[in-house]
């Protein structure tokens, strides 16, 4: 109970006792806080409205933040009528009129007791669905990385070229994005798209992967069928991952629209799928092939510069240059 007037106090504790109930007085806002923090199996508070120093609205928002678990039950005289149903709306529970009768205390009090330990169900209630969510979610997130795990180790396990390929353009392609401002989710399905984006290779002959020479039309079309296979192997896994899906799909589209599958042109190849396809083919044009040496590190940069407008993003180039500096 908190109220300045000795006597309201008395005279409540009193009847609470009289009903059942054990009882503790202060005087003042402060006072009430500071036993909140010495009994913390207080349960309910019953407070006067006016009160000198801390009033009892500014009491109620105190309880309300710091212990939340404990009731509030408002004490008003006739003329506080209306504070008091502000009082319900800030988080009351119920407000009494003074002077009490036993009737009403016992009526208002154990309701608000009643009260408060529904809500306090209600919140557990909550807080359990609520890790249930979380611990789903988790659960997913796991599967999904389990499945593309599992992906990037089978197209790993092909050969070493290809292993050490996508860790490459992983790396490079996050270089780039970085360059480029990416952050966050948006940088980490830009490394999970390079990572994963000759995926589809899983379901092209073997012999085509590594054929040095000129592929005829139904090679080139098998070849070129990786960015779409790819696509559709991700997918399930992948649905709210668009970003993913897009560099898979469109890491090789050309800026001047003669790339393959669906002849992008420009801005209209999704970034991620740009930055894929410079950090995909200076990779190619650095490392050893079955069928063709090296380029150095200079002659690769030149190549990209001179293919931008036709094959390469020029910001991508320039940002890839610039971060490699
Ligand atoms: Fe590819």
Redesign the pocket.
């Known amino acids: 109970m908190v109220d300045d007037e000795e006597q309201v106090r008395q005279s409540l504790a009193r009847m609470l006792e009289a009903i059942g109930l054990a009882a503790m007085g202060s005087a003042s806002g402060a006072e009430a806080l500071a036993a909140l923090e010495r009994h913390r199996e207080l349960i309910l508070c019953i407070v006067d409205i006016n009160m000198p120093g801390m009033g009892g609205v500014e009491l109620l928002e105190h309880v309300r933040a710091q212990y939340p678990d404990v009731g509030v039950v408002m004490l008003t005289g006739v003329a506080d009528v209306d504070v008091a149903t502000h009082c319900l709306r800030c988080g009351a529970l119920d407000y009494l009129t003074k002077p009490a009768t036993l009737d009403e205390i016992r009526l208002r009090v154990t309701g608000a007791i009643e009260r408060r330990a529904q809500e306090l169900e209600a919140r557990q209630v909550h807080a359990r669905l609520r890790e249930r969510l979380r611990e789903l979610g988790r659960r997913q997130r796991e599967a999904v990385n389990d499945g593309v795990t599992m992906l990037a180790h089978a197209l790993e396990a092909r050969d070493s070229y290809t292993s050490g390929h996508s860790r490459r353009v992983e790396r490079l392609a996050a270089r780039i994005a970085v360059q480029l401002g990416f952050t966050g989710d948006a940088l980490a399905a830009v490394e999970l798209g390079a990572r994963l984006?000759?995926v589809?290779?899983i379901g092209v002959r073997d012999e085509l992967m590594v054929k040095p020479g000129p592929l005829d039309a139904e090679e080139l079309e098998q070849v070129q069928s990786?960015?779409l296979l790819g696509e559709r192997i991700l997918r399930p896994f992948l649905t709210g991952e668009p970003m993913v899906l897009q560099v898979v799909r469109s890491?090789?589209e050309r800026v001047d629209g003669t790339g393959f599958p669906d002849g992008l042109a420009g801005p209209s190849i999704p970034l991620p799928a740009r930055i894929v396809a410079v950090a995909?083919a200076y990779d190619a044009m650095t490392t050893n092939h079955a069928y063709r040496s090296p380029c150095s590190r200079d002659e690769a940069f030149a190549i990209l510069r001179d293919g931008v407008g036709r094959q390469f993003d020029g910001e991508v180039v320039g940002a890839f240059v610039k971060s490699g500096k």
Do not use: Y
Request: hydrophobic fraction near 0%.
């Open positions: 984006h000759d589809g290779t990786h960015t890491h090789h995909d």
